[in-house]
Every structure is written in structure tokens, then in C-alpha cells.
């Protein structure tokens, strides 16, 4: 986000769809940036600078408002992906961009607003079906990014009590050989980590989180 945020014109009007805490905003400082979301946390924890307290399916601005919408990580959280996909084309200037991510494998978070994973074809076809254009789309990170998420939390997940793995001296065995492996979960977690960054594979295996440029057909 950082390294594109630096290609969108300064004044242009950004709607962060689902923007949380807004991590994004100090990328956008140059543009008149606007957040929009639900809000379902607890009261202890409010959502900072949200202009917008909605359902995605309706947001409250005037139609062609934004030069750029964000969407990031949030797909997978609304029960009707398609009517938000089509309120966001309604809220794009004729033109104007929208730039989503979303996971294909992940563990399940956020519960229990927690609906869908996607693949590049449900992606192509949600915003065929939603009449956006379809620009790019590419794996987020490569299949070694997620061999290490995959390793990481293998050792987070995996028991180490004999009754998690049926008891007796199987589960015994099961169980110590789950708690030797750990140090090397993580040592190859963070292999295949730094190999990501260094190389991002994807000629086989899956990603774990795609991510893809859409545009709003200009007016003709």
C-alpha cells in the first residue's frame, strides 16, 4: 500500500472500505482520505476517524464520489460480497479504481463475521457479476509466504498433552514428538519467510491472500 499509494494523484478522493483503525490513512495524506465501516467492535474499542458508521451495502454519499476505494481484508467479512462489490462501484467516479485484497486460506478470525474465502475465479466472477473491470490480479505473497504461515501456526496449534492425540503411548509419543518439533516449526517458519521476501514463488502451491486493481468503466 505504501509503495502505491505514492501513484494516486494528490487531492484525489480515497473511500477506505472497512478501514478498522485505518492503518492506511498516513499512506494518503496528499488526497482527501475517507473511512467507512461497520463498527462492530466492543465499546472499549472504538474505531479511530471513521466518517462513515454503516453496512458497506450502504454507504451514505452521493454516487461517483471517489477517485480510488480500498478495500482490504474485509471481503471475507460481509455475508453479501456482491451487493458491497456493486455499492462500490456505485460510490467510484467513472474511471476511478478500486484496490482489494482478500484471503483464499487463512484461519477462520474476527468471529463470528467470518463468511466467505475466495478463489481468483469467484474473484473474477464477483466483479463481472458487480460490473466492474478487471485489471490485475496477483497473489499477495507466494507459496512460500504461506508454507510459513502454514509452519507458524502449526506450532501454536498443534496439542502437546497425550489425550489430545488419543492417549496411551501413542498419544504420549505423539505428543513429545509435537513438543520437539517446535523450535523447528518456527525455524523453518522463518526460512520460508525470508525466502518469500526474497523470491516470490508462484508457480505452484496457493497464496494466501490475493489481491487485485479494478476499474469502473469509464462513461461513454
Known amino acids: 500500500m505504501r509503495e ?8 484525489a478522493m480515497v473511500l477506505d472500505a472497512g478501514a478498522g483503525d485505518s492503518p492506511y490513512r498516513k499512506y494518503f495524506a496528499h488526497t ?17 476517524h471513521v466518517n462513515y458508521v454503516c453496512d458497506l451495502t450502504a454507504i451514505p454519499v452521493p454516487d461517483s464520489r471517489y477517485d480510488l476505494v480500498l478495500c482490504t481484508q474485509v471481503l471475507e467479512h460481509v455475508s453479501k460480497p456482491l451487493e458491497v462489490l456493486r455499492e462500490l462501484r456505485r460510490v467510484l467516479k467513472p474511471g476511478g479504481r478500486l484496490w482489494l485484497s482478500t484471503p483464499l486460506f487463512f484461519e477462520e478470525h474476527e468471529a463470528p463475521h467470518d463468511y466467505f474465502r ?8 464477483l466483479l463481472e457479476q458487480a460490473g466492474l473491470e478487471l485489471i490485475e490480479l496477483d497473489w499477495v505473497s507466494g507459496y512460500f509466504g ?3 504461515h502454514q509452519l507458524n501456526m502449526a506450532r501454536h496449534a498443534l496439542p502437546w498433552r497425550a489425550r489430545d492425540y488419543g492417549g496411551g503411548i501413542t498419544g504420549a509419543l505423539a505428543a513429545t514428538f509435537s513438543f ?4 523447528f516449526w518456527l525455524a523453518l517458519a522463518l526460512i520460508f519467510a525470508h525466502l518469500d521476501l526474497r523470491h516470490r514463488y508462484t508457480g505452484d502451491g496457493h497464496c494466501m491472500d490475493y489481491r487485485l486493481i479494478a476499474c469502473k468503466p469509464a462513461a461513454h
Not at 475466495?118 to 466472477?125: A, E, S
Open 118 to 125: 475466495y478463489t481468483q475465479f469467484g474473484l473474477r466472477h
Open 180 to 183: 520437539l518439533l517446535w523450535p
Open 32 to 48: 482527501t482520505y475517507e473511512a467507512a465501516d461497520i463498527c462492530l467492535r466492543t465499546e472499549s474499542h472504538q474505531y479511530a
Open 4 to 11: 502505491f499509494s505514492g501513484t494516486v494523484p494528490s487531492g
Open 146 to 148: 504461506t508454507l510459513a
